[in-house]
């Protein structure tokens, strides 16, 4: 999800009205820079294995936050749908909100934009290249596409927090999994309860014909002549 994240601190409380809002901004790119500092990787070099393992605790680190928070700010491109789909699948488990908001600009904006940046400037190449590999959301009541920024467009943020506060992800996984278990006791029981049935018929049916038997034997003693 990649929301100006001071504005949205600043206007989080007024926005949910509640006083003391817990906030958490988890920033991936941040999270790289920490791991190539303590690996001794140059900035600007690209690897793999720190990429992965900067994935790998922004995840785990949004896992224990939102037990902790009011609101957690995931903050990074997304640009595959894979990347997004675990924070929402963590939503879902949790039976929480779930908001992603995209910037969409385009990648001459974006590269104007990253001159403008101080440090941490990203190769335009990369910019280029994420441009070209991003997978658009489908656009529901969970998802708001952004294409500038004004007081017009933080009422829609608004209105999409307002709406994922009130309506929370429903574990629909779990919710299936319990459904299918059902209908699995629900056959289990049925079956047992035919084979049940079965053997009482059975059972009815071979005693029926051990008296009738019986009746027959008595009837041919008593009328046999030689007695």
């Not at 049940?196 to 008595?218: G, P, T």
Request: a neutral charge; proline letters at 2%; glycine letters at 2%.
């Amino acid at each position: 999800m990649c929301i100006r994240d001071r504005e949205l601190k600043a206007r989080a409380a007024d926005l949910l009205s509640i006083k003391t809002l817990t906030t958490a901004h988890i920033e991936l790119d941040g999270i790289e820079r920490e791991l190539k500092e303590e690996f001794h990787v140059p900035s600007t070099e690209y690897d793999n294995e720190i990429w992965r393992k900067a994935r790998e605790m922004a995840y785990k680190r949004a896992e224990e936050m939102v037990l902790k928070c009011d609101l957690v700010v995931v903050d990074d491109n997304f640009y595959y749908e894979s990347m997004r789909k675990p924070y929402f699948r963590l939503c879902q488990k949790r039976s929480i909100g779930f908001l992603g908001i995209f910037l969409d600009i385009d990648a001459s904006k974006a590269k104007e934009q990253n001159s403008l940046r101080e440090q941490n400037k990203v190769k335009e190449n990369v910019i280029s290249r994420m441009e070209e590999k991003f997978e658009a959301p489908e656009i529901n009541e969970n998802i708001l596409i952004i294409k500038h920024w004004d007081s017009a467009v933080w009422n829609k943020v608004k209105y999409h927090l307002n709406y994922s506060l009130a309506n929370p992800l429903k574990d629909t996984i779990k919710e299936v999994e319990e459904a299918k278990e059902k209908s699995r006791e629900i056959t289990s029981k049925s079956l047992i309860h035919s084979i049940d049935m079965a053997i009482r018929q059975e059972v009815n049916l071979s005693l029926i014909h051990i008296c009738r038997c019986r009746r027959y034997a008595v009837c041919r003693s008593r009328w046999s002549p030689y007695h």
